[in-house]
Nanobody
Framework: QVQLVESGGGLVQAGGSLRLSCAAS????????HGWYRQAPGKQRELVAT???????DYADSVKGRFAISRDNAKNTVYLQMNSLKPEDTAVYYC??????????????WGQGTQVTVSS
């Protein structure tokens, strides 16, 4: 089992920055990829950024050039640096950890979510 705890959300003006943190505990050695997702009111949860154990990274088009995902393996912590924030970035942000199995299946773990609100 893996436990995820996010922190760092809050209220910021448009153009500002925030850094989200996701601390993992438990069977962290089993994690193959970390991701940040977000869900705005009335919308589906969407992938924002992902970082794999290989080090490869992907971003949603809407955040490319503004957000950066990184990890500190020694601290079992993943970060999401968010710059040039826009009101449309307002959402609950969720940390995700994914464990892949040899048969191709996988298991997702989720944090409790942290609110990010960007005022115009």
């Amino acid at each position: 089992q893996v436990q995820l705890v996010e922190s760092g959300g809050g209220l910021v003006q448009a153009g500002g920055s925030l850094r989200l943190s996701c601390a993992a505990s438990g069977d962290t050695f089993s994690i193959n990829a970390h991701g940040w997702y977000r869900q705005a009111p009335g919308k589906q949860r969407e992938l924002v950024a992902t970082i794999r154990s290989s080090g490869s990274i992907d971003y949603a088009d809407s955040v490319k050039g503004r957000f950066a995902i990184s990890r500190d393996n020694a601290k079992n912590t993943v970060y999401l640096q968010m710059n040039s924030l826009k009101p449309e970035d307002t959402a609950v942000y969720y940390c995700n950890a994914r464990q892949y199995y040899s048969d191709g299946n996988y298991k997702n773990y989720w944090g409790q979510g942290t609110q990010v609100t960007v005022s115009s």
